[in-house]
Nanobody
Framework: QVQLVESGGGSVQAGGSLRLSCATT????????MGWFRQAPGKEREGVAT???????NYADSVKGRFTVSQDNAKNTLYLQMNSLEPEETAIYYC??????????????????WGQGTQVTVSS
């Protein structure tokens, strides 16, 4: 059974940092992009960053240079280091496993596996 469990969300002031973690079970990392998505109230879910088992990464333009995605294969855990956070990045952040066959790994496909999400709130 596939499970993705996020942790590390919380409240931070603008310019601050947070590190999200996602513990996974039932997944073979080499078969998926592992990634982070977010959804703000009233908005669609959007891709933030993905990483492939060979270390190849993809980032949304809005987070390049500030966010870093990484994974620890031995611990079956995915991470997202977020620096210089902005109030408009307040959202629920979701961990996801994205099939390698998709055209755009930063797109929220229904066939992705999803975690339950963790709230990130950035105050001004």
């Amino acid at each position: 059974q596939v499970q993705l469990v996020e942790s590390g969300g919380g409240s931070v002031q603008a310019g601050g940092s947070l590190r999200l973690s996602c513990a996974t079970t039932g997944l073979t990392y080499s078969s998926y992009y592992m990634g982070w998505f977010r959804q703000a109230p009233g908005k669609e879910r959007e891709g933030v960053a993905t990483i492939r088992s060979d270390g190849n990464t993809n980032y949304a333009d809005s987070v390049k240079g500030r966010f870093t995605v990484s994974q620890d294969n031995a611990k079956n855990t995915l991470y997202l280091q977020m620096n210089s956070l902005e109030p408009e990045e307040t959202a629920i952040y979701y961990c996801a496993a994205v099939p390698l066959t998709v055209a755009n790994p930063l797109r929220a496909y229904p066939q992705n596996y999803w975690g339950q999400g963790t709230q990130v709130t950035v105050s001004s």
